[in-house]
């Protein structure tokens, strides 16, 4: 077999091993099926257990309780930033309030701005976005449509540890990159949506998690497909739904629950992980320098910068040479960004660990 390097990709993301392996095992013939996943139609009862399988490991792992449906969608979250005003924004309710964190955030508010007149609750822009407000900083609208966040801003590397404060408003979170890193407080959320290809599958499917009660905000005249409350009468299986990633999305949520041991678990040892580049960072005197403030640096995508551009290509590119790959940061921040998901193993970040210190070593 060829062997696998420690992928440090910001998404589409490393899986778990076990869940490759699964997959790998089922792709010739699906047991009692005879037939692989991606030869069975979406309605067969094969299907269908797969289905229903994943939203029940989900529901488990988070705790989802019934009055919140979950659906399975197409299009990224990139569409989400467009459902979400498409069809929670009402004509009483026709604006909503953007807490911009990073450059998702961003995005998100300025797809919004096509349905309706947005407020800027809060942006970090002019910190290079840093850092993350306070709830006392925020400008809320109390009769706002809804409040939307990032919780983890995969490119910036800022990340909220809890909800901010928003009342009454139904709370909208682009849960993307840390989607079942760590247990939610369901209840809090109006909305939680989170594309799987960095921690909960591979790229074709995103996860809606909404409040039924929402549900009814859905106007019949929206196109069907993007119409919230049609895709939960139609168990997100109104047209043919990707299969394949649903069935890889059961197989990560039940490695999660049987393997790691759940989200409380989870979100130990992804601190621990965190802990170990960033203590790193810390005490390299000047030479990583990380781009988030402490208190708000992220357990999933780690961003610092070296020097000089010249030692970052080099570390980059030596960091490749010993099978440690995709550690570039984002062209807009520059730097390096290792991206370390619920399926990074310990080792991998071990390894990046030991390597930092190495390079720092040689080159300062
Ligand atoms: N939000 C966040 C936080 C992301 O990291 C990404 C993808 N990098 C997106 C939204 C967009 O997701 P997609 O490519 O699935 O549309």
Do not use: C, W
């Given at each position: 077999m060829t062997e696998r390097v420690y992928n440090f990709a910001p998404g589409p993301a490393v899986l778990p091993e076990p869940v490759l392996a699964q997959a790998q095992c089922d792709l010739m013939a699906l047991p009692d099926v005879g037939a692989s996943i991606l030869e069975i139609?979406?309605?067969?009862?094969?299907?269908?257990?797969?289905?229903?399988?994943?939203?029940?490991?989900l529901r488990n792992l988070l705790a989802i309780p019934d009055h919140y449906a979950v659906l399975f969608l197409q299009g990224g979250s990139r569409l989400q930033f467009s459902m979400i005003p498409m069809n929670l924004l009402t004509p009483e309710q026709p604006s909503a309030d953007y807490l911009i964190s990073g450059s998702w955030g961003k995005h998100a508010y300025k797809e919004a701005k096509k349905f309706g007149p947005m407020q800027r609750a809060w942006d970090g822009g002019d910190?290079?976005?840093?850092?993350?407000?306070?709830?006392?900083?925020?400008?809320?609208?109390?009769?706002?449509?809804y409040f939307h966040f990032t919780s983890n801003e995969t490119i910036q590397g800022v990340q909220f540890a809890t909800e901010p404060e928003v009342g009454e408003v139904p709370l909208v979170c682009d849960a993307s990159s840390d989607f079942l890193h760590r247990p939610l407080p369901i209840e809090r959320y109006g909305l939680i949506y989170a594309c799987a290809q960095k921690n909960a599958g591979p790229a074709g499917v995103?996860?809606?998690?909404?409040?039924?009660?929402l549900l009814a905000r859905s106007r019949d005249n929206l196109p069907i497909y993007l119409n919230y409350n049609a895709q939960a009468e139609a168990g997100s299986l109104m047209n043919t739904a990707p299969t394949f990633a649903i069935y890889i999305v059961r197989l990560v949520t039940a490695w999660l629950l049987h393997e790691i041991g759940g989200l409380e678990c989870m979100h130990q040892r992804n601190r621990a992980k965190a802990q170990?580049?960033?203590?790193?960072?810390?005490?390299?005197?000047?030479?990583?320098?990380?781009?988030?403030?402490?208190?708000?640096?992220?357990?999933?995508?780690?961003?610092?910068?070296?020097?000089?551009?010249?030692?970052?290509?080099?570390?980059?590119?030596q960091a490749q040479e010993r099978g440690m790959t995709s550690l570039a940061?984002?062209?807009?921040?520059?730097?390096?960004?290792?991206?370390?998901?619920?399926?990074?193993?310990?080792?991998?970040?071990?390894?990046?660990?030991?390597f930092m210190l190495k390079f720092q070593d040689k080159n300062s």
């Open positions: 139609s979406h309605r067969s009862q094969a299907f269908r257990e797969i289905i229903e399988a994943a939203e029940a490991n910190s290079s976005y840093r850092q993350l407000p306070e709830d006392a900083d925020l400008q809320r609208n109390p009769e706002a449509a995103t996860l809606v998690i909404v409040r039924k009660d170990m580049l960033y203590e790193v960072i810390d005490h390299s005197g000047d030479f990583y320098q990380g781009h988030a403030r402490p208190q708000d640096r992220s357990l999933m995508n780690v961003v610092f910068r070296l020097p000089t551009e010249e030692l970052t290509q080099k570390f980059v590119a940061g984002h062209r807009s921040v520059g730097g390096i960004r290792a991206s370390i998901y619920n399926a990074m193993p310990p080792a991998g970040v071990e390894a990046l660990r030991d």
